[in-house]
């Protein structure tokens, strides 16, 4: 069965509504953070999904070639 296409814009707004910000206060509490702090974190998240989610191509990536040796 081949996979199916989900696109890019779908993909975002299900993370965004399976992500929540549950019990902040109490986690922030417990590591000594504060919450403007989780909130920052998870709006840079937010932003970066897009990234995240873009289908790459399948496979091995591809090395960075070697620059080549300077000539004498």
């Not at 299900?14 to 974190?41: F, P, Q």
Request: overall charge positive; glycine content about 4%.
């Amino acid at each position: 069965m081949p996979r199916r296409k989900i696109g890019l814009d779908v993909k975002v707004e299900v993370m965004c509504e399976c992500l929540h910000m549950a019990d902040v206060e109490n986690a922030s509490r417990k590591y000594g953070i504060s919450e403007r702090a989780v909130y920052n974190w998870y709006n840079r998240v937010l932003e970066a999904l897009p990234d995240i989610l873009t289908d790459s191509k399948p496979g091995r990536k591809p090395k960075p070639k070697a620059e080549s040796a300077p000539l004498f």
